[in-house]
């Protein structure tokens, strides 16, 4: 079985960096098309980013476009965003998410705070 585990995450100022990594163990991920979402206090769960399975085809909430960037390597089986530019607004615990067909599987979670 699928097991997803997400890192990268913590304290940042805002204008900082941070980048977060879904490791994938179980099940190799190249058939899977990998997203990225979040959950800020009080508010439902929205995507972030996605990548396809072969990484050719990648898609960005209008709220991070230009700040984060979505990336996987198939041979190290993981997925990374890379989050710059960070508001406070993007404070939320982020978590990646595996999808194939009626297969979907969800991590942990990680927490980013962007706070001065």
């Known amino acids: 079985q699928l097991q997803l585990v997400e890192s990268g995450g913590g304290l940042v100022q805002p204008g900082g960096s941070l980048r977060l990594s879904c490791a994938a163990s179980?099940?190799?991920?190249?058939?899977?098309?990998i997203g990225w979402f979040r959950q800020a206090p009080g508010k439902g769960r929205e995507g972030v980013s996605f990548?396809?399975?072969?990484?050719?085809?990648?898609n960005y909430a209008d709220s991070v476009k230009g700040r984060f960037t979505i990336s996987r390597d198939n041979a190290k089986n993981t997925v990374s965003l890379q989050m710059n530019s960070l508001k406070p607004e993007d404070t939320a615990v982020y978590y990646c998410?595996?999808?194939?067909?009626?297969?979907?599987?969800w991590g942990q979670g990680t927490q980013v705070t962007v706070s001065s």
């Open positions: 998410n595996a999808a194939v067909g009626v297969l979907n599987y």
């Open positions: 179980g099940v190799t991920l190249d058939r899977y098309g």
């Open positions: 990548i396809s399975n072969g990484g050719d085809r990648t």
